[in-house]
């Protein structure tokens, strides 16, 4: 049954293009392309073996790669990393071996990403040591600019979390530590993923995607809590590793980020 549903994959599910849609001001022209994150999920791993696996929780998990579109179906997913390895050196490795397929937008297209992630190539971060959320921007003081930006960008890169919720309750196989040999652990998510776009793309009125579809929608706790929103309020809510991607950051990337945000601001002020 796991080889069947991976060999729908190429009608179905994992597409190796990415899907073009609005952006953060509205216009399709200014390029985003979807939303990336790393997310973890449950891994049985041997003994001689685990230590790499512990992430953050103290429990084995494989970190999981994956980009969605904004209609919340996955783009592209990479799995087996071990629980331990950083979210952006998850991403380096996707972008530059070849072996990973990773979907690379054309020119100016980019990917939304979080603070973690360096501003850089087709991938677009949010201000660091800037508001994030609604419920920020109503505070005084800081660049009025830059909040907008951070909070449009929060307001699209939620696909992600969202989609990674709904993944997550409708799986609960990811929640869980199997007893299948790690190899076969790893394509589980990627099957999960394929049969969540089938329903996408075929069940119209499935609940968890109409309840998702909602603008009060709560992203459902799960064993992540990167992925089910920041309990900081600020862009730079990853410490340390926000840092090290702020020094990676590209200057022609970040004139770009600086003109949407021009672009943005005008447009809420017409």
């Known amino acids: 049954m796991l080889q069947f549903v991976l060999s729908m994959q190429q009608s179905s599910a994992i597409q190796r293009t990415p899907c073009t849609t609005s952006a ?24 001689h073996l685990a230590t790499p696996y512990f992430g953050r929780k103290k429990v084995t998990t494989q970190n999981i790669l994956a980009a969605c579109d904004f209609d919340m179906k996955f783009t592209y997913m990479m799995t087996g990393w071990e629980g331990s390895v950083h979210d952006a050196r998850v991403l380096r490795a996707a972008t530059n071996d070849p072996v990973y397929k990773f979907p690379h937008p054309p020119p100016r297209k980019y990917f939304l990403v979080d603070a973690g992630y360096a501003n850089r190539d087709c991938f677009l971060s949010p201000y660091r040591k800037t508001n994030y959320h609604l419920t920020d921007r109503r505070r005084q003081g800081g660049d009025k600019k830059k909040e907008l930006f951070n909070y449009r960008h929060a307001s699209l890169r939620n696909a992600i979390e969202r989609t990674f919720g709904i993944w997550k309750n409708r799986f609960p ?24 776009n089938f329903i996408k793309m075929h069940a119209e009125d499935d609940e968890l995607f109409r309840e998702a579809m909602n603008d009060d929608y709560d992203v459902p706790a799960t064993d992540d809590p990167k992925e089910v929103g920041e309990t900081s309020t600020r862009a730079d809510d990853a410490g340390e590793s926000s840092t090290r991607a ?9 004139q770009f980020r600086d003109g949407l945000k021009d672009a943005i601001w005008h447009d809420s002020n017409r």
């Open 173 to 196: 196989i990811l929640k869980m530590i199997t007893n299948f040999p790690l190899e076969k652990q790893c394509m589980i998510p990627i099957a999960c993923a394929i049969v969540h």
């Open 246 to 254: 702020e020094n990676l950051d590209d200057f022609e990337m970040g």
């Open 24 to 47: 953060l001001t509205g216009h399709e022209r200014m390029g985003c392309v979807g939303a990336i994150d790393g997310t973890h999920v449950a891994a049985n791993v041997p003994k």
